[in-house]
């Protein structure tokens, strides 16, 4: 069984950066693809950004393309968000998973872990 923990989220400042950690254990987790998805009140579940396993290939959401940075450290077993520019359309409540679907990596029917997510608020 793989668990998945978040941390990292805060209130800022529009503008502002910050850095999302997700700490996996159980299974194996570098056979995997993971990514970061997002909540926001009242909103669908939306893609952030997925990385490859070996971490060569990354992919993001239109609305983060250039602002957000995904990475991981298998040896340490985490997954990375680096954030920013934040703007107050990226307040949302963000989560990793794991991708165990070889589907279309955008859609959160693809993962099958997931954290329970890490609230991040963004004032302008």
């Keep these: ?5 978040e941390s ?5 400042q529009a503008g502002a950066s910050l850095n999302l950690s997700c700490a996996a254990s159980g ?3 570098s056979l995997w693809d993971m990514g970061w998805f997002r909540q926001a009140p009242g909103k669908m579940r ?8 070996d971490g060569g290939t990354t992919y993001y959401g239109d609305s983060v393309k250039g602002r957000f940075t995904i990475s991981r450290d298998n040896a340490k ?5 680096e ?3 934040l703007k107050s359309e990226d ?4 989560f990793c998973a794991v991708r165990t679907q070889q589907t279309d990596w955008r859609r959160d029917t693809a993962y099958g872990y997931w954290g329970r997510g ?7």
């Design 1 to 5: 069984q793989v668990q998945l923990v």
């Design 46 to 53: 939306e893609f952030v950004a997925v990385i490859s396993m």
């Design 77 to 81: 077993n985490h997954l990375y968000l």
């Design 91 to 94: 307040t949302a409540i963000y």
């Design 83 to 85: 954030m920013n520019n």
């Design 8 to 12: 990292g989220g805060e209130q800022v």
């Design 27 to 29: 299974r194996p987790w």
């Design 118 to 124: 890490t609230q991040v608020t963004v004032s302008s």
